[in-house]
């Protein structure tokens, strides 16, 4: 779209992963896409340490074929390993390259990549710690423009909720969240007296229909997985979220100003996502609690101060929404396409 204002033709080749879920969802857009190797350097022991060096190097060899046959003006990487053959290909041969760090503490392969990148688009600021700082750039995180269109009134019928009542949202992610569903699972009969809860759960985690489980009480429901357009629509109707911590789930939550318990993933990579959301925390945007410490009690306690105080809500509202990311993909297009510009000349 950028491009298209600035009437600058544009190709598109996307280098992934063999055997990855990328491809086909690449392919359905109608961009090219080329698969090399792709290793993973783990920090701790195990058996594929010993195999993934000679992928990775596998995967630069692919990679350099492609960059000679394709000669990019431009290189772009969203970090994680599958980018490192592409990215450090682009680099041995000149290439501009721009990467993005979505987390507050960038992952092993975009610390890697910084030292290589011409630009580091940045969505958290505190990231600059990480990186030379005149490289970087302050983006923002990109997020799915569906979100920002939920219906609220399509959510109360899709899922069965009386619109009159409020409603607690917990979702986990795509995965679900194991730890988070168990609290839930206690915290249910207490909290239902004063509100509905929409539980995403997680694939094959749903709760069985009996009457010690909380999906036996009226006022609960339950879902495995949810598309794009239920994700909106569940973001929209709900008086209170309760989320996991990853940037994607954070500027998400930003861009529609709801107030939000958030409880970081404990095992992350860097810990990144306690970082995350301490960062969202001391701009008072949102309520964090590590797991450590979170006890069903506790967490009940701290639904109902929010549920009975709206200026609580009103205020955590407002301050995550100075945190969204309004503009990070048209910045980011800015950004890749001023070194395409400048590599062409």
């Given at each position: ?6 009437n ?36 701790y ?16 060899l ?18 994680g390993?599958v ?21 507050s ?12 990148a ?13 990186f ?7 983006t ?5 423009r ?8 399509r959510?109360?019928?899709?899922f ?10 917990i ?6 969240a194991?730890?988070?569903n168990?609290i839930?699972d ?7 007296k ?41 973001l ?22 709801k107030?939000a318990?958030?409880?970081?993933l ?10 995350n959301?301490?960062?969202?925390q ?14 069903p ?27 969204a990311?309004e ?19």
């Open positions: 779209k950028k491009a298209k204002e600035k600058i033709p544009l190709e598109f080749l996307w280098v992934g992963s063999t055997f990855g879920p990328e491809k086909e969802l690449v392919e359905k857009t109608g961009v090219r896409y080329k698969s090399v190797l792709t290793g993973k350097i783990r920090r022991f195990s058996f594929e340490n010993f195999i993934d060096p000679f992928k990775i190097f596998v995967g630069i692919q990679s350099l074929w492609i960059v000679i046959t394709y000669r990019p003006d431009v290189t772009f990487g969203k970090g390993f980018s490192f053959p592409a990215v450090f290909a682009s680099w041995l041969l000149y290439k501009p390259i721009l990467i993005h760090e979505s987390d503490i960038p992952g092993l392969t975009n610390k890697i990549l910084g030292k290589l011409t630009k580091i688009a940045l969505s958290f600021k505190i990231a600059k710690n990480f030379r700082e005149d490289k970087c750039v302050i923002g995180n990109p997020i799915s569906e979100i920002l269109f939920g219906d609220k009134n959510g109360f019928e899709r069965n909720l009386d619109p009159e009542k409020p409603v607690l949202f979702t986990g992610g795509s995965q679900g194991e730890a988070v168990r839930i206690q915290c249910a009969p207490r909290l239902l004063d509100c509905q809860i929409l539980h995403q759960r997680g694939k094959g985690k749903l709760k069985p229909q009996d009457r010690k489980s909380p999906s036996y009480i009226a006022g609960y429901r339950q879902v495995e997985f949810l598309s794009r357009e239920e994700m909106a629509d569940s929209t109707l709900a008086t209170i979220i309760i989320a996991r911590a990853g940037a994607n789930s954070l500027f998400e939550l930003a861009s529609i100003g107030p318990i958030i409880i970081p404990p095992l992350a990579a860097q810990d990144h996502q306690r970082s959301a301490f960062y969202f001391k701009k008072k945007a949102v309520v964090v609690f590590t797991e450590a410490n979170l006890t009690e506790i967490l009940t306690g701290i639904i109902k101060d929010l549920l009975e105080n709206k200026e609580k809500r009103r205020s955590l509202s407002e301050n995550i929404k100075k945190l990311s503009n990070a993909v048209g910045l980011i297009a800015d950004h890749i396409l001023e070194l395409g510009l400048k590599s062409r000349r």
